[in-house]
């Protein structure tokens, strides 16, 4: 059955590859809904949540069974052997998620997890970056720098990732609008198995979506979502970023441009990530102390937008932020292009910073001025008026 699915075209087995992997999330999640409301598993708010009822969680069960029916049928394009190791590497992820949505588990733990799932991987001469090319200077990487590099590349983009899962709709637009630029670029540099892989990924997060905004049947992805998600962002980053040169031309991609745009493509958890652990770092705590610091918390606290409304304009910043800076390296130096960059997201971060400022000066102004109103004097002016 397989052989007949590898043997459709591209397009038609794209169309049955988004649609399959749709099809299995929107029919899994209601069932994960109805287990979770009857075991009481759900997630309970707190100070820093952004909902007020109970919701279930663990929706990321149903990206599980997704990704691996999708990577049975995507086995006719893999010519590395590449979905056998990710299977593994998303059931050592998974499991660590299911422990986490559950009962918890610490954050060494959970980077433990993403560090075992990287060594079934990290072998794939389509993963292992393993030469600069010159970039500043250097060549060919010493295996162990190879290695180390694929490490925190994996590690990095997973908790960025699961750190944008603040709002309804948040992570899965985002992630929709990230795996919609992957699959532009490996379409191009004819990598069609990371084609299909992040359409998969669209499949699935598209029908998730449809419930993580309903009021109805909400569910959230939790940790077992996110992780395999983001998981799946940084394999493609890696194979992003080991794209020969040939490959990244065809693509109207300079060489060196590639390290910048891969910090554009993961633009907002890669900005927001960096502004709440300087923040949490400046106020003396952890980087990993939990706050309502994030960008999508200010949209909604300060910003008054609904969570949808947040969400959809994080994921279209996001993709105009890629178009500009695609378009740009098609006429500039990469070393024009970097200092746009970091000029790009010094002004991003100083103008959340203003608005969260803002907003917080507003607030407290609004707080004083109820307390004083429920003062005697407070109440006679209010009488004169």
């Given at each position: 059955m397989?052989?007949?699915?590898s043997?459709?075209?591209?397009?038609?087995l794209a169309i049955?590859?988004?649609?399959?992997?749709?099809?299995?999330?929107?029919?899994v999640i209601?069932?994960?809904?109805?287990?979770?409301?009857?075991?009481?598993?759900?997630d309970?708010?707190?100070?820093?949540?952004s909902?007020k009822?109970k919701?279930?969680?663990?929706g990321?069960?149903?990206f599980?069974?997704s990704?691996?029916s999708?990577?049975?049928?995507?086995?006719?394009?893999?010519?590395?052997?590449?979905?056998?190791?990710?299977v593994?590497?998303?059931?050592?992820?998974?499991?660590?998620?299911?422990?986490?949505?559950l009962?918890?588990?610490?954050?060494?733990?959970?980077?433990?997890g993403?560090?075992?799932?990287?060594?079934?991987v990290?072998?794939?001469?389509e993963?292992s970056i393993d030469?600069?090319?010159g970039?500043?200077?250097?060549?060919?990487?010493?295996?162990w720098?190879?290695y180390s590099?694929?490490?925190?590349?994996?590690?990095?983009?997973?908790?960025a990732?699961?750190?944008?899962?603040?709002i309804?709709?948040?992570?899965s637009?985002?992630?929709?609008?990230i795996?919609?630029?992957?699959?532009?670029?490996?379409y191009?540099?004819?990598d069609y198995?990371?084609?299909?892989?992040?359409?998969?990924?669209?499949g699935?997060?598209?029908?998730?979506?449809?419930y993580?905004?309903?009021?109805?049947?909400?569910?959230?992805?939790?940790?077992?979502?996110?992780?395999?998600?983001?998981?799946?962002?940084?394999?493609?980053a890696?194979?992003?970023?080991?794209?020969?040169v040939?490959?990244?031309?065809?693509?109207?991609?300079?060489?060196?441009?590639?390290?910048v745009?891969?910090?554009?493509?993961l633009?907002?958890p890669?900005?927001?990530?960096?502004?709440?652990f300087?923040?949490r770092?400046?106020?003396?705590?952890?980087?990993?102390?939990?706050?309502?610091?994030?960008?999508?918390?200010i949209?909604?606290d300060?910003?008054?937008?609904s969570?949808?409304?947040?969400?959809?304009?994080?994921a279209?910043?996001?993709?105009?932020?890629f178009?500009?800076?695609?378009v740009a390296?098609l006429?500039?130096?990469?070393?024009?292009?970097?200092?746009?960059?970091?000029?790009?997201?010094?002004?991003?971060?100083?103008l959340?910073?203003?608005y969260?400022?803002?907003?917080?000066?507003?607030r407290?102004?609004?707080?004083?001025?109820?307390i004083?109103?429920?003062?005697?004097?407070?109440?006679?002016?209010k009488?004169?008026?």
């Amino acid at each position: 059955m397989q052989h007949l699915y590898s043997s459709l075209s591209l397009e038609l087995l794209a169309i049955f590859i988004v649609l399959q992997s749709f099809v299995v999330s929107y029919l899994v999640i209601p069932r994960i809904i109805a287990i979770v409301r009857i075991k009481n598993l759900m997630d309970n708010p707190n100070q820093r949540s952004s909902h007020k009822e109970k919701t279930p969680t663990m929706g990321g069960v149903a990206f599980f069974a997704s990704l691996l029916s999708s990577l049975y049928f995507l086995q006719g394009h893999d010519t590395q052997g590449l979905s056998l190791s990710l299977v593994i590497g998303l059931l050592i992820l998974f499991y660590i998620g299911i422990k986490d949505d559950l009962v918890g588990v610490t954050p060494k733990t959970k980077i433990i997890g993403q560090i075992l799932a990287f060594v079934f991987v990290m072998d794939s001469s389509e993963l292992s970056i393993d030469t600069f090319n010159g970039f500043l200077g250097i060549y060919d990487l010493p295996l162990w720098f190879s290695y180390s590099l694929g490490v925190f590349i994996i590690i990095s983009i997973v908790n960025a990732y699961n750190l944008i899962d603040g709002i309804n709709g948040s992570a899965s637009m985002v992630g929709i609008m990230i795996f919609s630029i992957f699959s532009f670029i490996f379409y191009q540099t004819k990598d069609y198995y990371f084609v299909l892989l992040s359409l998969s990924v669209i499949g699935c997060l598209l029908a998730f979506l449809r419930y993580n905004i309903s009021k109805k049947m909400g569910i959230f992805m939790g940790d077992t979502g996110s992780l395999l998600i983001g998981f799946i962002i940084g394999v493609c980053a890696l194979r992003f970023l080991n794209l020969p040169v040939e490959r990244l031309e065809a693509a109207n991609i300079k060489y060196y441009n590639k390290f910048v745009l891969i910090f554009i493509i993961l633009f907002i958890p890669f900005v927001d990530t960096m502004r709440v652990f300087l923040i949490r770092v400046l106020k003396h705590r952890s980087p990993f102390f939990a706050d309502r610091n994030h960008i999508h918390h200010i949209m909604i606290d300060y910003m008054g937008l609904s969570h949808i409304q947040a969400s959809l304009l994080l994921a279209l910043f996001n993709l105009l932020a890629f178009v500009f800076f695609y378009v740009a390296n098609l006429y500039i130096s990469t070393i024009s292009l970097f200092v746009i960059f970091v000029l790009f997201v010094i002004a991003t971060t100083l103008l959340v910073f203003y608005y969260n400022r803002s907003f917080a000066v507003r607030r407290n102004k609004q707080r004083i001025q109820r307390i004083l109103d429920q003062t005697p004097i407070g109440r006679k002016k209010k009488r004169k008026h």
